[in-house]
């Protein structure tokens, strides 16, 4: 019996011994692993790449490099957005690792026999590099390597860093031209816009009036943003007509097309054309060049659907050369006057009793109607709103000859004319620069100095200006002059 216990505690010593020196040997492994050298795997830097493969489950991914861009080769051909993929690119090739063996022969132990991730690099001078992930962890979650027969280990974020999303580094823009456009049409059949403008001699020019003035920067600006616009992901890799119809685009709201100095053909050269179905919050889109869907904002149709009215001139109507204005007539419910300006004065032609002209609100007036702009035209509708009672400005100059002349009358709502319009308040409005009716700001109009041009004139001032002027008001004041400090009245001397 003694013998069966001496030999139980000694088995449980050396299980006990075997266990420590187990426990010794992985924490010496640990330690060796904590120790290791820490040296950038890819000897390369990001501009000497010239290709970049990564082979992982869910699809490879090939960049390559042409000229100072990088492209795409796979999972699709396509462009980079430039930073996107230069910084993803620098991720990779500055990664980290230790060296825990350089010749290793158990590559199963770290998931490395049938790797999860492989990745290669090929140089500006031809020179490859490579090495592959294993399935295997170590024990703080960093990644085993294998780089030929040498076993390494790598950072935890460094399978994240190479399973990033292809989108995320693919171009989201659909306009890749640098040529000046000449040409521009917009087609919206939600608004009924069908708009077409020309680019003569550095002026736009509405092709169906060449009359109609445009604000050459605001088309400039909207040229801006449709060259500049982006997409939010992609949808589909292909614009069968099954696929377009699926996002509504086999029957797209919106349609605008660019013609281009220095390209071949009629044209247009480039279109883009989009759609938000009724179900869902997202837009859809694709264009010329790319059998692609991308989604776009939601409110895409509606911010690029630009009709003949937001990129004219608004300012047109109202510009007249405030310099020469010798003559003012201003006529409302409440006023009725007629000024003209003499020697730098303005005066009425029938003067009012007690009243002069206030200089500084005319100056007023006519600086507030140089700021002024139309909201909208209104086309071609004579006298709507503009009754009897109307309300009329004119300017004339020195010689009486018309500069400038303007009538509103009745307020509306503008939905009530555009359907696309803000809930806001106008006056129809017309002016002698413009054939167009317009609605303008009821704030605006409402701002211009009416009623207030004629003020009250100042009574004289009746403070005494001179010796004799004060002497004669104490002789005329009701009460006696006070005595000099020290001297009695003439009264109180008699009776002494």
Do not use: C
Request: net charge neutral.
């Amino acid at each position: 019996m003694k013998s069966f216990r001496s030999t139980l505690i000694f088995a449980v010593i050396v299980a006990g011994l075997l266990a420590y020196a187990i426990f010794e040997m992985k924490r010496s492994e640990e330690v060796k692993t904590a120790e290791a050298s820490l040296d950038r795997i890819f000897k390369i830097d990001e501009k000497d790449v010239q290709e970049l493969q990564i082979t992982r489950p869910d699809g490879n991914l090939h960049l390559v490099r042409q000229g100072d861009a990088l492209v795409l080769k796979a999972p699709v051909e396509d462009g980079t957005d430039g930073f996107s993929a230069t910084s993803f690119l620098n991720s990779i090739v500055n990664q980290s690792a230790k060296v825990l063996e350089e010749k290793n022969q158990k590559w199963a132990d770290y998931g490395l026999e049938v790797p999860r991730l492989k990745v290669e690099v090929i140089s500006t001078k031809g020179v490859k590099s490579s090495y592959q992930i294993g399935s295997e962890k170590a024990f703080d979650g960093s990644n085993y390597l294998r780089d030929g027969d040498r076993l390494l280990i790598g950072s935890s974020d460094i399978d994240t860093v190479l399973s990033k999303k292809v989108s995320e580094i693919r171009d989201k823009k659909l306009y890749h031209f640098g040529d000046l456009a000449k040409g521009l049409r917009v087609i919206s059949s939600l608004d009924g816009i069908d708009l077409k403008l020309v680019r003569r001699d550095g002026k736009w020019i509405y092709e169906k009036d060449p009359t109609v003035i445009l604000k050459d920067d605001e088309v400039d600006r909207y040229l801006s943003e449709i060259t500049n616009y982006r997409a939010s992901d992609f949808v589909e890799e292909e614009t069968t007509p099954q696929v377009l119809a699926r996002y509504g685009l086999d029957k797209p709201q919106l349609a605008i097309e660019l013609w281009l100095e220095n390209e071949k053909g009629d044209g247009p050269h480039w279109w883009l054309k989009a759609s938000k179905p009724k179900l869902g919050k997202e837009g859809f889109a694709y264009y010329s060049g790319r059998s692609t869907v991308y989604k776009v904002a939601e409110d895409t149709v509606q911010r690029l659907s630009k009709n003949l009215d937001a990129l004219r001139n608004k300012k047109v109507p109202f510009e007249f050369k405030s310099d020469s204005v010798g003559e003012l007539s201003l006529r409302t419910s409440l006023t009725n006057i007629r000024l003209v300006k003499k020697g730098g004065q303005w005066t009425p032609v029938q003067p009012v009793s007690g009243k002069e002209v206030d200089q500084s609100a005319v100056d007023g007036l006519l600086s507030k109607l140089k700021e002024m702009e139309a909201r909208y035209y209104l086309g071609d509708k004579k006298k709507k709103g503009l009754g009897k009672e109307s309300n009329s400005l004119k300017l004339a100059d020195t010689e009486g000859k018309p500069l400038f002349e303007m009538t509103w009358g009745d307020s509306f709502k503008a939905k009530s004319e555009i359907k696309s319009a803000p809930d806001e308040e106008l006056y129809y409005t017309q002016t002698n620069l413009a054939s167009e009716l317009l609605g303008v700001s009821v704030g605006k109009i409402n701002e211009l100095p009416r009623q207030t041009l004629l003020r009250d004139i100042k009574k004289a001032d009746p403070t005494p200006t001179s010796a004799v002027d004060a002497a004669a008001a104490i002789g005329n004041s009701s009460s006696p002059p006070k005595a000099s400090q020290g001297t009695a009245p003439e009264g109180e001397k008699k009776k002494e």
